[in-house]
């Protein structure tokens, strides 16, 4: 009785810890832990545009001229991390200027182009600059931003297909990607170039732009949502919220996905009055709209 009883205790307790991590398969818990995840990994990996960080000043001339290039030799991987202080270090000891060819979040396979070396009296050894990478089965968050915005992008358009047709979930994927967006607003994202201790530029990796970014969070969704009076109202909330808290120089990118959303909604919906509707900005999807603010207006 005593062995039955404490299996049967077990058992339960066995079975309360299963339903609790069913629980994490909830859509919304993926999403929340997506957005969490691409948060940390901003943090990380841009720093404030009004942080101390010191502008990066322009390559030697002469140290351009001289080349060498590296490929990747290896099973296929991804590129997960950059160390720059490690790339920067190696490129002041060399007196040159180390170029990352392949961008976080690459795949990078047989000879694939990782490297070239600016400017360096005598070739570095390569097993010296793979050192500066991380590579890894699968891409990563933790140095990936982007990597954060693509996954919710794709919860949305699956959400967004005619076998889901489940417009509410895209819509959820659109909250965590305004708050990652307005996050990387603030964010010295284009910054792809770094100095050594002296100011001379040592290290230049691959970045994206602002732009980029903007064109990855909007530009599926907007499409397969083109129909979708919930997913067009909450863009456009999306904007009007992104252009109320950005610096000027980034409002001019954002102004233009006003236009293209606006594009989108003459296409797809017949009548005024279903253009109208498409166009309130409504943070509830299809619950308490507000009046279109023209973000063109505010900048």
Known sequence: MFIVITLLVGTMAMLIGLV?????????????????????????????????????????????????????????????????????????????????????????????????????????????????LTLGEERAFEHDPAFAIRLLVDVAIKALSPGVNDPTTAVQALDHIEDLLIRLSGRHIERSAFCDRDGAVRLVVQSPTWADLLRLALDEICACGATSVQVMRRVAALLSALIAVAPEGRRSSISEWDARLQQTITRSFATANERSEASTEDRQWLGTPRPRSRTADLT
């Open 20 to 132: 609790q991590r069913v629980g994490l398969l909830k859509m919304s818990r993926v999403l929340s832990l997506l957005g969490e995840e691409g948060r940390e990994a901003i943090a990380r990996t841009w720093p404030p545009l009004d942080s101390t960080a010191r502008a990066a000043g322009q390559p030697d001339r002469q140290a351009v001229e001289r080349v060498q290039p590296v490929v990747y030799h290896g099973s296929p991987r991804w590129l997960q991390a950059i160390d720059v202080t490690r790339l920067v270090n190696v490129a002041r000891d060399s007196r040159a200027v180390i170029e990352v060819v392949a961008a976080v979040g690459d795949p990078v396979v047989e000879s694939t182009p990782v490297f070239q070396v600016h400017g360096a009296g005598r070739p570095i050894d390569e097993a010296v600059l793979m050192k500066g």
